[in-house]
């Protein structure tokens, strides 16, 4: 798109409107003068604008046409109306082509802090579409252009953006590294709202590195920063993190004190965030051998999240695909599963889908399906290959073990060789 000069912009309507120089004579500006600010060799000031524009809308309204045109826009350089016009549209539902065609207009412009806006727009498109790694590269563009243009604000969002899209793809070291970055500056700058985001993130984060202390000390932390009579879901989101990280510490009991007080404390015990405390409280619970309880927990959690939050659906049915393992039944728990596989692929969610297949090789061991075990396992590599590597040795030992038991020496070589090239890889 071309955006004109303020000659430009007054010679071209004056054709439209079938107008001559002579028309825009005045005191002040002759025909000549006119001419030379159409051929861009005199400025155009507002008093000048001014009048070219009542010109223009006496014009129009003799004509019938409904048009308002401005002294303001009339002097608008080109830079200037790109950026009106791309500020005008990036306030708008934009598709991610369209978003592209406001970045192009930026860079041709010159417009740093625009760009920088588009790729945001286009990263958070991104990563609602579940595709982080393109939306890591669009939040890393929209980071680097906010350092060269000094725009510190933003840099708190950006980073952690770039830290969802890392944990996202479960590459948690890197992103642990992108959401202390994001506390840092958000702490700096006083944002309070991205503080306690980043802060959350980072205890979910430090979960998954088995840091369970460093995750509750950040939890409190993050709570006592929350205001639990305005902010009930981040209040129980964040000690839902607290009850978690005992929960891997084997300290249900805690966990248990936590879980209960919440449900208790919560003004709807039929909202998705009731649904999530329900879920993990049904995990205790099937850590502890009640299973009966673990059930009715399940599907309290389940009916929520049928009806309330289809994309995590999943993860109640495969949390739940345990309980049906417990009891011995098998075929029960791998219907489940299949289900619970099939909305985690639908919702891009790798880790409850590598939750779903560690699951589905505990059925297959239990059913005596060595085939089904080995495709599993293939699986589960193809998901960790660029993600987890200390998860990925884990299964390649895992798998060496599987192939000892079924006598297959080869293969189980094989995957010794692979787990010692995963840790010469690692240093």
């Given at each position: 798109m071309k955006f004109l000069t303020p000659g430009e912009k007054i010679k071209k309507l004056r054709k439209q409107f079938n107008m001559i120089q002579q028309d825009f004579e005045e005191e002040f500006m002759t025909r000549s003068y006119f001419g030379m600010i159409e051929a861009g060799k005199r400025n155009i000031n507002v008093k000048i604008a001014t009048s070219i524009a009542e010109k223009f809308n006496k014009k129009a309204k003799s004509l019938g046409v409904e048009l308002e045109i401005s002294p303001e826009y009339l002097m608008m350089s080109p830079q200037e109306e790109a950026r009106h016009y791309c500020k005008d549209k990036l306030s708008q539902d934009l598709k991610e082509e369209e978003i592209y065609d406001v970045l192009s207009i930026?860079?041709?412009?010159?417009?740093?802090?625009?760009?920088?806006?588009?790729?945001?727009?286009?990263?958070?498109?991104?990563?609602?579409?579940?595709?982080?790694?393109?939306?890591?590269?669009?939040?890393?563009?929209?980071?680097?252009?906010?350092?060269?243009?000094?725009?510190?604000?933003?840099?708190?969002?950006?980073?952690?953006?770039?830290?969802?899209?890392?944990?996202?793809?479960?590459?948690?070291i890197e992103a642990l590294v992108y959401f202390?970055?994001?506390?840092?500056?958000?702490?700096?700058?006083?944002?309070?709202?991205?503080?306690?985001?980043?802060?959350?993130?980072l205890a979910l984060c430090y979960r998954r590195l088995s840091k369970f202390d460093n995750a509750i000390n950040v939890a409190d932390i993050c709570i006592s920063k929350i205001d639990d009579k305005l902010e009930p879901d981040k209040y129980v989101r964040a000690n839902m993190i607290k009850f978690n990280n005992y929960s891997d510490k084997g300290e249900y009991d805690k966990a248990l004190q936590i879980g209960e007080k919440l449900l208790s404390w919560l003004a709807d015990d039929e909202s998705i965030t009731a649904a999530f405390v329900y879920n993990n409280i049904a995990n205790i619970y099937l850590d502890k051998g009640d299973i009966s309880k673990s059930m009715e927990y399940f599907g309290k959690s389940q009916e929520i999240r049928k009806n309330k939050e289809p994309n995590k659906l999943s993860h109640t049915i495969i949390d739940k695909s345990r309980a049906y393992i417990k009891q011995g039944l098998n075929e029960e728990a791998s219907m489940l599963l299949q289900l619970g596989i099939d909305m985690t692929m639908k919702y891009s969610d790798q880790d409850y889908l590598l939750r779903a297949y560690y699951n589905l090789i505990d059925v297959y061991t239990n059913l005596g399906d060595t085939r089904g075990i080995e495709q599993t396992y293939m699986k589960v590599t193809n998901i960790l290959q660029s993600k987890d590597r200390t998860e990925l040795l884990r299964i390649y030992l895992e798998i060496s073990k599987f192939y000892i038991k079924q006598g297959d020496l080869i293969k189980a070589e094989r995957y010794i060789s692979l787990s010692q090239e995963s840790i010469v890889k690692g240093y």
């Amino acid at each position: 798109m071309k955006f004109l000069t303020p000659g430009e912009k007054i010679k071209k309507l004056r054709k439209q409107f079938n107008m001559i120089q002579q028309d825009f004579e005045e005191e002040f500006m002759t025909r000549s003068y006119f001419g030379m600010i159409e051929a861009g060799k005199r400025n155009i000031n507002v008093k000048i604008a001014t009048s070219i524009a009542e010109k223009f809308n006496k014009k129009a309204k003799s004509l019938g046409v409904e048009l308002e045109i401005s002294p303001e826009y009339l002097m608008m350089s080109p830079q200037e109306e790109a950026r009106h016009y791309c500020k005008d549209k990036l306030s708008q539902d934009l598709k991610e082509e369209e978003i592209y065609d406001v970045l192009s207009i930026a860079k041709e412009y010159d417009l740093p802090d625009i760009e920088m806006e588009a790729y945001k727009k286009v990263g958070i498109i991104y990563h609602s579409n579940y595709r982080y790694l393109d939306a890591f590269i669009a939040f890393s563009n929209a980071l680097d252009i906010a350092k060269n243009i000094d725009d510190k604000q933003i840099q708190a969002y950006l980073y952690n953006m770039l830290g969802s899209c890392k944990y996202a793809n479960m590459e948690y070291i890197e992103a642990l590294v992108y959401f202390e970055r994001a506390n840092n500056y958000a702490s700096i700058y006083g944002e309070r709202e991205m503080e306690i985001k980043a802060l959350f993130n980072l205890a979910l984060c430090y979960r998954r590195l088995s840091k369970f202390d460093n995750a509750i000390n950040v939890a409190d932390i993050c709570i006592s920063k929350i205001d639990d009579k305005l902010e009930p879901d981040k209040y129980v989101r964040a000690n839902m993190i607290k009850f978690n990280n005992y929960s891997d510490k084997g300290e249900y009991d805690k966990a248990l004190q936590i879980g209960e007080k919440l449900l208790s404390w919560l003004a709807d015990d039929e909202s998705i965030t009731a649904a999530f405390v329900y879920n993990n409280i049904a995990n205790i619970y099937l850590d502890k051998g009640d299973i009966s309880k673990s059930m009715e927990y399940f599907g309290k959690s389940q009916e929520i999240r049928k009806n309330k939050e289809p994309n995590k659906l999943s993860h109640t049915i495969i949390d739940k695909s345990r309980a049906y393992i417990k009891q011995g039944l098998n075929e029960e728990a791998s219907m489940l599963l299949q289900l619970g596989i099939d909305m985690t692929m639908k919702y891009s969610d790798q880790d409850y889908l590598l939750r779903a297949y560690y699951n589905l090789i505990d059925v297959y061991t239990n059913l005596g399906d060595t085939r089904g075990i080995e495709q599993t396992y293939m699986k589960v590599t193809n998901i960790l290959q660029s993600k987890d590597r200390t998860e990925l040795l884990r299964i390649y030992l895992e798998i060496s073990k599987f192939y000892i038991k079924q006598g297959d020496l080869i293969k189980a070589e094989r995957y010794i060789s692979l787990s010692q090239e995963s840790i010469v890889k690692g240093y």
